[in-house]
């Protein structure tokens, strides 16, 4: 697994331009760990729940969330963040989700061995 991020600022707005602060995320899966996501049916599975800078206050929350499926096949995600510092916090999370799921990958790889436990 790959992951490029990138911060840009970018202007927003119809009348009043604002600068928001935007994640950009794309991660390249190799061809085992696509596999892998596939057979087992983990595309569909969330990673995480975020909400941009841009989100209107009736906006259901499930329209935000990021999903497996969002980044495969080489989708670049973008995120809008209030400030660069808010940028910071999204993407130490998102680093953190990603890890999560590269452990994730990992253990739905094969099965368990076969153990014996006595007490």
């Known amino acids: ?14 009348l009043f331009k604002k600068p928001y602060t935007q994640v950009s995320c794309t991660v390249l899966f190799s061809h085992e760990e ?3 996501l596939r057979q087992r049916q983990l595309l569909k599975t969330k990673l995480m729940d975020r909400r941009p800078a841009t989100a209107k206050v ?17 989708k670049t995600d973008a995120f809008l963040a209030a400030n660069p ?7 130490q999370m998102l680093l ?3 890890q999560q799921l590269k452990l994730w ?3 739905n790889a094969e099965l368990a061995d076969d153990f014996v436990v006595e007490y």
């Open 1 to 14: 697994m790959r992951i490029k991020l990138k911060h840009t600022t970018v202007q927003k707005g119809f």
């Open 34 to 36: 696509i596999q892998i």
């Open 58 to 74: 009736d906006d259901r929350d499930d329209k935000f969330t990021l999903m497996v499926a969002d980044l495969t096949n080489g």
């Open 105 to 107: 990958i990992s253990d």
């Open 96 to 98: 953190d989700a990603l």
């Open 85 to 91: 510092s808010a940028a910071k916090l999204y993407e």
